[in-house]
């Protein structure tokens, strides 16, 4: 199994750009999350999904990032307009549903100058 | 909100100590795990536990679940150079319900050959 897989690994963009970050889950696995790491606040939940429905969004930081699961194989998270506080790193996640045991993947390093 | 206090923020140790490291939360967690993350990846599963005085080891490691369900512990022993990472401790409140992962602040670990 190829893991989590994230792209693309590095995004430079400038302010008011919007950017796009996407995850391919692993086969089999119905529950997908999206987490924020930075310095100041750690690993932050962004929003999950269960069978591609999204369940809690609210830790989106707000309305400028939006996140979808068209079908179990393929998520996004968008920014737009980005702005120079969403640099970070951005992990996605794949686990089965009733198990904490996640896979996350290698992250997006997002810098938004 | 839940919070998990990690401590210590950072370890500096020779190669061969031991290594002890802590969580604690404000409110009961039904499952802990503690997870790995080395440079420029994601975090990785060490250890699951799910029975409050669980105590299970892998390989050098071993984990316990605090019999009050509000702290864990992770013990290395016998340190190596690429035990150098961070190590996070996270818990799911939920007992499997949402599969809501809280992490904790993070422990950094450097072994000095």
């Known amino acids: 199994d190829a893991g989590v897989i994230q792209s693309p690994r590095h995004e430079v963009t400038e302010m008011g750009q919007e950017v796009t970050l996407r995850c391919k889950p692993i086969?089999?696995?119905?529950?997908l999350f999206w987490y924020r790491q930075t310095m100041m606040r750690g690993l932050e939940l962004l929003i999950y999904?269960?069978?591609?429905?999204?369940?809690?969004d609210s830790g989106m930081p707000e309305d400028r990032f939006s996140a979808k699961m068209p079908n179990a194989s393929f998520s996004t998270l968008k920014i737009q307009p980005s702005e120079p506080r969403d640099s970070a790193v951005y992990f996605c996640?794949?686990?089965?549903?009733?198990?904490?045991?996640?896979?996350f993947g290698s992250g997006t390093r997002l810098t938004v100058v | 909100g839940q919070q998990l206090n990690q401590s210590p923020q950072s370890m500096f140790i020779q190669e061969g100590e031991d290594v002890s490291m802590n969580c604690t939360s404000s409110?009961?967690?039904?499952?802990w795990l503690w997870y790995k993350q080395d440079p420029g990846e994601g975090p990785v599963l060490l250890i699951a536990?799910?029975?409050?005085?669980e105590l299970t080891s892998n390989g050098r490691l071993t984990a316990q679940f605090g019999i009050t369900r509000k702290d864990s512990f992770l013990n290395i022993s016998a340190s190596i150079p690429s035990d150098v990472g961070i190590y996070f401790c996270?818990?799911?409140?939920?007992?499997?319900?949402?599969?809501?992962?809280?992490f904790g602040t993070g422990t950094l670990l450097a072994v000095q050959p």
């Open positions: 996640a794949s686990g089965k549903t009733g198990s904490a045991r996640y896979t």
């Open positions: 086969s089999g696995h119905n529950s």
């Open positions: 999904f269960n069978n591609n429905v999204p369940i809690d």
């Open positions: 409110s009961i967690f039904n499952t």
């Open positions: 536990l799910y029975k409050a005085g």
């Open positions: 996270a818990g799911d409140p939920s007992g499997g319900a949402t599969n809501k992962l809280i």
